[in-house]
């Protein structure tokens, strides 16, 4: 479920039920599109401890490879 469905959903229900939502005890925390976007990057990365980042993928025989997240190299010309 995005972002707006969310929101929409606490609106439809805060006109059926007029209850403040500020004052719901344990309710869930409604993240940013940034901050969704940086937690769904780092699901399924693991990090050694050099700082290498490696991502799972499924070889064709069926078994999980972890590959090294190559850095993307900047392109300024000189070869």
């Given at each position: 479920?995005?972002?707006?469905?969310?929101q929409?959903a606490?609106?439809?229900?805060?006109?059926?039920?007029?209850?403040?939502?500020?004052?719901?005890a344990?309710k869930p925390?409604l993240?940013?599109?940034?901050?969704?976007d940086q937690?769904?990057?780092?699901?399924g990365?693991?990090?050694?401890?050099?700082?290498?980042?490696w991502?799972?993928s499924?070889?064709?025989?069926?078994?999980v490879?972890w590959?090294?997240?190559e850095?993307?190299?900047?392109?300024?010309g000189?070869?």
């Amino acid at each position: 479920m995005d972002k707006m469905a969310v929101q929409q959903a606490i609106n439809i229900l805060s006109m059926q039920f007029p209850i403040s939502w500020e004052k719901i005890a344990n309710k869930p925390e409604l993240v940013t599109s940034d901050d969704l976007d940086q937690r769904l990057s780092l699901i399924g990365q693991l990090i050694s401890p050099d700082g290498t980042a490696w991502v799972p993928s499924i070889g064709n025989d069926g078994k999980v490879i972890w590959q090294k997240v190559e850095k993307e190299k900047k392109d300024d010309g000189t070869g």
